[in-house]
């Protein structure tokens, strides 16, 4: 049972242009979410986070936009560059217990 | 610096021959965790550690051991590797679970 899915495996986004990277999940009790960015042959790097109590987090080109609603989160990075191209990994936790990650989308960000 | 240390960073070995992944931080944190990247599948827990002496069981467990003897350390331990346990492994530290994790470079494992 998948409780933090990322649903496209790949995404390409010309440079300059907005990347959208999306991730449901199914536990209503998840209270913090997270992004990592990975590079082949490196370690997930830590990008941007978001509390359940907020909807929205910036953080210079990275937005994070959380909609407990619809249990859904979204990253946004505006504008896109190639150096953006990495495999991006939603997570979730419920405080004190173990961050669940999707499975992962590769981001191609296109010259 | 901050940082998460995992040793080797790449091994090839055969089955059934113990090996040990060494992981290490010196953040001081008290949560640690052991996962596996495989093509398609993601990152999956295996082991993770709320404290020293404390370990449970993530999504993966079969076939690995964990200890927790000191807070920075947290060794992967294989005592019978076999093929399907080829696989790229990642260390991770927080402070506390559920918190954002710090993960090392990683170790590529072969097991032929």
């Known amino acids: 049972d998948q409780q933090v899915k990322q649903n496209s495996p790949s995404l390409s986004v010309q440079e300059g242009r907005i990347s959208i990277l999306n991730c449901d999940y199914t536990?209503?009790?998840?209270?913090?979410f997270l992004w990592y960015k990975k590079y082949p042959a490196e370690g997930p790097t830590f990008l941007i986070s978001?509390?359940?109590?907020?909807d929205k987090n910036e953080d210079g080109r990275f937005t994070v936009f959380l909609n407990k609603s619809a249990k859904h989160l979204s990253l946004h990075i505006v504008p896109s560059q190639p150096g953006d191209s990495a495999v991006y990994f939603c997570?979730?936790?419920?405080?004190?217990?173990?961050?669940?990650f999707g499975k992962g989308t590769r981001l191609s960000v296109i010259a | 610096e901050a940082q998460v240390t995992q040793n080797p960073r790449y091994l090839i070995t055969v089955t059934g021959k113990k090996l040990t992944v060494t992981c290490s931080q010196n953040?001081?944190?008290?949560?640690m965790s052991w996962y596996r990247q495989d093509p398609g599948l993601g990152l999956r827990q295996i082991y993770y550690?709320?404290?020293?002496?404390?370990?449970d069981k993530g999504d993966v467990p079969e076939g690995y051991k964990v200890s927790r003897k000191e807070k920075r350390n947290f060794p992967l331990i294989l005592e019978s590797p076999s093929p399907n346990q080829t696989s790229l492994y990642f260390c991770?530290?927080?402070?506390?679970?559920?918190?954002?994790?710090?993960f090392g470079p990683g170790t590529r494992l072969l097991v032929l």
């Open positions: 991770a530290s927080s402070r506390t679970g559920g918190e954002t994790q710090y």
């Open positions: 536990n209503s009790m998840f209270d913090y």
């Open positions: 978001i509390s359940s109590i907020k």
């Open positions: 997570a979730a936790s419920v405080i004190y217990t173990p961050l669940v």
């Open positions: 953040m001081n944190h008290e949560y």
């Open positions: 550690s709320m404290n020293v002496e404390v370990t």
